[in-house]
């Protein structure tokens, strides 16, 4: 990759030890495309980011910037205009500038699981799903699942707030769409998403009781460090289709260039070229 003055720059931001693993994926896709991009990941402390993220966008070779941990929440209040999709999920991931010159957010977590589990045959226009686990990842998921079309949406967590607050936010921005929670029993869902660490492994317990889900039931998981959690292999042992966690990264990212006005791809294609293997 030959990086010069006019190489637009795609800024990965996170905290100094985070493991910055997006250049790993989108850079060789940059060389495979021969786009002239590259993301450059730039540590950045809690106490310096609202600076920071300012001053980077003054860059005349910026194109945009991915947000991740501890950020995501923060970037919220820094922005000038948020999509109903990081305003559901109080988070942001991405961050590009107008035409205009304002600062605009999106997240794209929840995108990524749901381009997944649509591309894998999941029908979700009319879907009744299931969230349990209602911090960063489910509220993303739960709000890109009311974008898609569901007509309902049952959340849980241990914590009354999280739920009640996620819930609140969905039927703001979808009225009609019906939202309950207080209850993690899988029965009678077309989609489950387990978006909490249980399960991970054999012998934890399970973030719902397996034996309640149908076979046509579509599950998700969102644990990154195994491909088949003890969860998924439950849910698999009872006839269901799954997605696992490395999915929905694999699957955002095309919509993360597509955000950024960048040529696209599939996951397939990314998978293919990346130099980090899930």
Known sequence: MNINGNTELIAH???PTHAFKAPMI??????RCKVNAVVVPMGCKPQDYPDFLRSVFRLSNIRGALITM???VTTVGLLDEVSA???????????????EGKLQGDMFDGEGFVRGVMRKGCVLDGARALVVGCGGVGSAIAASLAAAGVAAIALFDPLEAAQAGLAQRLQRHYPLLDVRTGSNDPAGFDL?????????????????????????????EVVMQSEMTAFLEAAQSRGCRFQIGSDML????????EYFGLPSTSPE??????????
């Open 26 to 31: 989108y850079n060789p896709w940059f060389v």
């Open 85 to 99: 999709t990081a305003a559901i999920a109080g988070s942001c991931n991405a961050v590009r500038r107008s035409a």
């Open 250 to 257: 694999f699957e955002q990212i095309p919509a993360y260039l």
């Open 70 to 72: 501890p950020h995501k």
């Open 13 to 15: 931001i996170g905290y």
């Open 192 to 220: 489950v998403v387990n978006a909490t660490p249980m399960g991970m492994n054999h012998g934890d317990p399970m973030p719902m009781d397996v034996s309640r889900i149908a076979a046509h039931t579509f599950v998700g």
């Open 269 to 278: 294609e990314l998978r293919a070229v990346a130099m980090l293997k899930y």
